[in-house]
């Protein structure tokens, strides 16, 4: 499954137009019909995602309400990203990057634990940005759900084996979504350093929203 | 089946199709689930009962073990980095970490109308409506259901990412035990997984056996299984000194 589509949208035409640091939390509301996109500046950034339904933040992103009705876990052109109610809250309409991960979740401090080594317990991770994010937006960690990754590739065997491994994006593709409902859109732009989720850098993307 | 001490058995009972079940179960307690006439598939949540925030995660779950199946061995991990059950025993084989619970929709989608005026409590219940009454009597709601493990079910990847059911994981007297490393509140939901072919809306009872285990050796299976594994515990160890 994989779509690669271009967008006619110009950057110039673009209500808002932001670059978020490597490391950096980030929420905006994206209003039904608006369209929003990431840009992945370096490459291999992987972009930890989670959408809420503005009017009832309750009704979130559900990976798998999403993956079930397209039957397939990855995410590309044509995708509609679906609600904890299965509603359509976005939908994928353009992709330069092909492939988008619904499985891998957000790294924290303490599954960093698990899998890297108590050594990186203090080292910064998404679950921190998400947390800074939601608490400005009066939400927290009971609003954790597992998120998109944009751009990280996170291939399952039909064995079951799963790995992040090295991304299949680079430098300039983006992911474009339109709004099928008001949502509140949730970012973390991925610090992960022991794995090559960032490409072992973690890098800027850049935001743009269309009405 | 591995026989448990009638001695150490804490509840045993059997709920029908379509019923919703929910218990704290103790540190190493063991839960048993046996499939007693062909599962369509056990929808389960859990968290740490001591504070619920902390809670099952699948997809840490899978990325901390690098792998979508969990069999005896495997652990299911909380989003703390924490190991809430041990797999100690599995004669099924099949459950399914990726596909999620039935819903209204998915009901109705497959079976049709199954209201309570028409079906009384035959009506077609879901694993999203379950979550909920189980839930909302331990003052949790809709933002605590997180996606959910599936018992007796096996959900395939193939090549391109796409979700492939695979048939024949119904097995009268197959059983899973889950063996509890911390205070652990569990909600079952004994509704058909959204994926199973069946046009028929028709759950199986299954049996709920909770028993006092024996307390994990140094060389426990679960503990010794991967090196993830074994931080994971030290993480859960450190709830209890």
Redesign the interface.
């Known amino acids: 499954m994989s779509a690669f589509v271009e967008s006619a949208l110009r950057r110039e035409d673009a209500v808002l137009d932001v670059v978020v640091s490597a490391g950096d939390p980030w929420s905006h509301l994206v209003g039904k019909g608006q369209t929003i996109r990431i840009v992945d500046l370096e490459g291999n950034q992987a972009v930890d995602t989670i959408f809420y339904g503005a009017a009832d933040t309750s009704e979130r992103y559900s990976a798998p309400e999403t993956i079930r009705a397209q039957n397939n876990i990855f995410l590309t052109t044509g995708s509609v990203l679906r609600s904890s109610e299965g509603r359509a809250m976005l939908t994928i309409v353009a992709d330069t990057c092909g492939r988008h991960d619904t499985s891998g979740g957000a790294c924290s401090a303490e599954s960093n634990t698990c899998r890297f080594g108590h050594d990186t317990l203090s080292m910064h991770n998404c679950r921190d940005s998400f947390l800074l994010a939601l608490a400005r937006l009066g939400m927290g960690k009971r609003d954790l759900v597992s998120n998109i990754n944009f751009f990280m590739n996170v291939p399952v065997t039909e064995t079951g084996h799963l790995d992040i491994v090295d991304g299949v994006s680079r430098p300039g593709a983006y992911v474009e979504m339109r709004a099928d409902m008001d949502v509140l859109a949730v970012i973390s732009n991925c610090p992960q350093i022991n794995n090559p989720c960032n490409g072992w850098n973690p890098t800027p993307i850049r935001i743009l929203i269309w009405d | 089946m591995s026989a448990v001490d009638p001695s150490t058995v804490l509840c045993d009972e059997t709920i029908p199709g379509g019923a919703y079940w929910t218990r704290v179960i103790r540190r190493h307690t063991t839960l048993r689930i046996v499939d007693l006439e062909g599962s369509r598939g056990v929808s389960c949540l859990c968290y740490n009962a001591d504070d619920p925030?902390e809670r099952y995660?699948?997809?840490?779950t899978?990325?901390?073990q690098?792998?979508?199946?969990v069999t005896a061995g495997r652990v299911l991990?909380s989003?703390?980095?924490?190991v809430l059950f041990s797999i100690t025993e599995d004669t099924s084989g099949h459950h399914d970490t990726?596909?999620?619970?039935s819903?209204p929709?998915?009901n109705r989608a497959r079976y049709g109308e199954g209201d309570y005026q028409h079906l009384r409590n035959d009506r077609h219940r879901d694993g999203?409506t379950n979550f909920l009454y189980a839930l909302g009597r331990h003052g949790l709601?809709?933002?605590?259901?997180?996606?959910?493990l599936n018992f007796f079910t096996r959900v395939?990847?193939?090549?391109?990412?796409?979700?492939e059911w695979i048939d024949g994981c119904e097995k009268p007297g197959a059983f899973i035990d889950l063996r509890a490393e911390m205070n652990v509140l569990v909600a079952l939901s004994n509704t058909p997984h959204?994926?199973h072919p069946s046009p028929t809306y028709d759950p199986k009872p299954i049996r709920l056996l909770v028993w006092r285990s024996p307390l994990p050796g140094v060389d426990d299976r679960c503990r010794t299984f991967c090196e993830?594994?074994g931080?994971?515990f030290?993480?859960t160890d450190a709830l209890f000194p």
């Open positions: 925030v995660n699948a997809a840490d899978v990325k901390i690098n792998m979508i199946f991990f989003d703390m980095g924490r990726l596909a999620g619970c819903t929709e998915t999203r709601g809709p933002r605590d259901v997180m996606p959910n395939r990847v193939a090549a391109g990412g796409a979700l959204p994926l993830e594994a931080r994971g030290r993480n």
